[in-house]
């Protein structure tokens, strides 16, 4: 069954760059034709999906943070990474990377909340606090 595993530095200073990597263990994140997730949660509020990179290596972002948002893999690692730039006190939150079969996407997440029903897996969440 694919695990994923969040990791990455829990604290990030306003401007800076916010990096994680989510690693997944049990299904490949190449071989397969599955989107692989970053979703976010800020304290007191729903989850905002962020973006996603699909087995075929395309991306896909968020309107709203698609200027400010990396999505990149390592296959050899079987592991995709996480970078937003340019980030602000709003942007602490809990991160999770998941994986979908269907596509999620910003058409789905402009539409209508992102649900963790849409996922069929999850990472347990990392912890990233912006502030100086």
């Known amino acids: 069954q694919v695990q994923l595993q969040e990791s990455g530095p829990g604290l990030v200073k306003p401007s800076q760059t916010l990096s994680l990597t989510c690693a997944v263990s049990?299904?490949?994140?190449?071989?397969?034709?599955?989107?692989w997730h970053w979703i976010r949660q800020p304290p007191g509020k729903g989850l905002e999906w962020i973006g996603n990179?699909?087995?075929?290596?395309?991306?896909y972002f968020s309107p709203t943070l698609k200027s400010r948002t990396s999505i990149s893999r390592d296959t050899s690692k079987n592991q995709f990474t996480l970078q937003l730039s340019s980030v602000t006190p709003e942007a602490t939150a809990v991160y999770y990377c998941a994986r979908s079969s269907l596509p999620v996407d910003a058409v789905v997440a402009t539409v209508r909340p992102v649900e963790r029903t849409d996922f069929d897996s999850w990472g347990q969440g990392t912890q990233v606090t912006v502030s100086s």
């Open positions: 049990g299904g490949s994140i190449t071989t397969s034709s599955y989107y």
């Open positions: 990179i699909h087995s075929s290596g395309s991306t």
